[in-house]
T-cell receptor
Framework: GENVEQHPSTLSVQEGDSAVIKCTYSDSASNYFPWYKQELGKGPQLIIDIRSNVGEKKDQRIAVTLNKTAKHFSLHITETQPEDSAVYFCAAKTSNTDKLIFGTGTRLQVFP | NAGVMQNPRHLVRRRGQEARLRCSPMKGHSHVYWYRQLPEEGLKFMVYLQKENIIDESGMPKERFSAEFPKEGPSILRIQQVVRGDSAAYFC?????????????FGAGSRLTVL
């Protein structure tokens, strides 16, 4: 089945710097890749997603890129702010089921 | 729209007791997913249900765990004879149809502590 790996597990940046989180997936037929943000004590919230027919998608300070050949996708956060501090999860949808398989998460800390 | 509602938010059980976690999907959503999150870990898929049907339970432990989504009422995740290893946050998510067309919306989770 699908396997999603995520790096790094922790990331500390200074306010205003950029943050990049990378994920790889194993099932070449996966076609949907969302990113979720989870704040302490809360459920994951979708922040951006990308489908396999698109290489890049941007929404204000966040962007996601997808390389289907290499089977990896990345989240980019520019001009980071302290409120960006959270755990971020990538996920991939398997080719023949409707379940999302999640990465292990990245704890992002943005220092003021 | 109240979003995905989960209750209880916190549940404490002693070993051997039963835990029942409830999930009401967003209005208009007919698909429910349960995920488990152990401390400091990611989200592990457990089960995917539609009304009155289990579609995929490949992530459910073979014993003690069961899930249902009746025609009326919330989805229930039931854990019988709980053990300390069941302590985790259990998240429910819903979607109006298949994930390929629509995203998953998560609830705030139910945190189970087994003493």
């Amino acid at each position: 089945g699908e396997n999603v790996e995520q790096h790094p597990s922790t990331l500390s940046v200074q306010e205003g710097d950029s943050a990049v989180i990378k994920c790889t997936y194993s099932d070449s037929a996966s076609n949907y890749f969302p990113w979720y943000k989870q704040e302490l004590g809360k459920g994951p919230q979708l922040i951006i997603d990308i489908r396999s027919n698109v290489g890049e998608k941007k929404d204000q300070r966040i962007a996601v890129t997808l390389n289907k050949t290499a089977k990896h996708f990345s989240l980019h956060i520019t001009e980071t702010q302290p409120e960006d501090s959270a755990v971020y999860f990538c996920a991939a949808k398997t080719s023949n089921t409707d379940k999302l398989i999640f990465g292990t998460g990245t704890r992002l800390q943005v220092f003021p | 729209n109240a979003g995905v509602m989960q209750n209880p938010r916190h549940l404490v059980r002693r070993r051997g007791q039963e835990a029942r976690l409830r999930c009401s999907p967003m209005k208009g959503h007919s698909h429910v997913y349960w995920y488990r999150q152990l401390p400091e870990e990611g989200l592990k898929f457990m089960v995917y249900l539609q009304k009155e049907n289990i579609i995929d339970e490949s992530g459910m432990p073979k014993e003690r765990f069961s899930a249902e989504f009746p025609k009326e009422g919330p989805s229930i995740l039931r854990i019988q004879q709980v053990v300390r290893g069941d302590s985790a946050a259990y998240f429910c998510a819903s979607s109006p149809q298949t994930v390929g067309a629509n995203v998953l919306t998560f609830g705030a989770g139910s945190r189970l502590t087994v003493l």
